[in-house]
């Protein structure tokens, strides 16, 4: 079964940057379709970045296409989410996901990942 755990989380003024981390354990990391979601007060989750660690292939919403990268260390078994030009609206819990295969690559969809991080809180002032 595999283990996540964010951290990197924190406050920051709108146009600057933060690096989200996500240490995937327990289970062999290749083959793994990770994501990113994020959830702000009294919305629902929204995945935000995706990607199949075998093939490193990211995908984006088009919320955060341009500003946001998705990239792995596979020796350290770490996903991460770099956030550039953050705006007050990023503010949310980030959560980092995976599915073991069989699973969907690029999938957005909350229901399409079975193992979760508890989060870290990321917040932008204006």
């Known amino acids: 079964q595999v283990q996540l755990e964010e951290s990197g989380g924190g406050s920051v003024q709108a146009g600057g940057t933060l690096r989200l981390s996500c240490a995937v354990s327990?289970?062999?990391?290749?083959?793994?379709?990770m994501g990113w979601f994020r959830q702000a007060p009294g919305q629902e989750r929204e995945g935000v970045a995706a990607?199949?660690?075998?093939?490193?292939?990211?995908f984006y919403a088009d919320s955060v296409k341009g500003r946001f990268t998705i990239s792995q260390d596979t020796a350290k078994n770490t996903v991460y989410l770099q956030m550039n030009s953050l705006k007050p609206e990023d503010t949310a819990m980030y959560y980092c996901a995976a599915d073991s295969p069989p699973c969907v690559v690029g999938a957005f969809e909350a229901t399409e990942y079975p193992v979760w991080g508890q989060g870290t809180q990321v917040t932008v002032s204006s």
């Open positions: 990607m199949y660690t075998e093939s490193g292939t990211p």
């Open positions: 327990g289970n062999t990391y290749v083959n793994n379709c």
